[in-house]
């Protein structure tokens, strides 16, 4: 979850652009996964991600060739893979910025909402330079650049009539259903609007062993109140693994220990049916009692 600062932070560029506040949020929730910095070198960094597509065609002669030899750049997407840390990532970043530091910028998504440099000139920045400099200023200034590609895309006003699917295709591209970019941004919504919780497991999401996070301790909160103990750590470990596959193989689930949309639906009917379950024995306890 964001920090009460960042949330502060998020409203107020909403309020400045005549936003919802809570629509702003829970879109900058589902998109950065609710990690808005990187420690890199000992200083907070907005969260990268580099494109070497993008760095290829924006290179010719000499420097083209110096950032293929280099593993930084080619003309197939995906060809270059980001490295798992955002450390590594910044690193990549500064060799490329030593061949060509404007096409470099341009050729990275930046911050919570990433944002593509490339698209400076289209969202009024005066160079690529000022579009880092804003997303690098802090949670504030990379909401900002969100907020200025959601304005430029003409994705306003399907924000403040909660039309998820179009916001979602508008945002996150034709293939948002694939990863049910807009069933999360209207769960993430109800959270904060009504202060209910999160779905347990976001439809598109897979739970398996090596998996981190709030998401595991959820799981294995639910699992030990249903019968199959985890320990909360937030690891999805060899503990957690065995109770996933005895609450499957108990519920005529293929016992492979992911969890998905089948199981997840099935540990919530689980915890509401039991909850069902408790209030009756305790009416009836009560009433025997006289």
Partial sequence: ??????????????????LEPTALLAVTAVESADQVFALVEGKQEPLIRFEGHYFDRR???????????????????????????????????KQAAAIDAQAAYESVSWGLGQVMGAHWQWLGYASVEALVEEARSG??????LMVRYIEKAG?????????????????????????????KIADAYQHYATGKPLSTFAP???????????????????LTALGYPASADGVFGPATLSAAQKFQADHGLDADGIIGKKTSQAIEAALASSGLLRRFWLWLKNWLAG
């Fill in 139 to 144: 949670a504030f200034g990379q909401v900002r």
């Fill in 59 to 93: 290179l010719s002669g000499e420097k083209q060739e110096q950032a293929r030899a280099q593993c930084l750049a080619s003309p197939t997407a995906g060809a270059i893979a980001n490295p798992k840390t955002q450390a590594d990532r910044w690193k990549l970043l």
């Fill in 155 to 183: 994705l306003a006003e399907a924000l403040r009539s909660h039309d998820w699917p179009a916001f979602a295709h508008g945002y996150n591209g034709p293939n948002y259903k694939k990863n049910n970019y807009d069933e």
């Fill in 204 to 222: 598109s999401t897979l739970l398996r062993p090596g998996s981190q996070g709030e998401a595991i301790a959820h799981l294995q909160r639910s």
């Fill in 1 to 18: 979850m964001f920090s009460e600062s960042v949330v502060n932070e998020i409203k107020q560029a909403a309020q400045d652009a005549g």
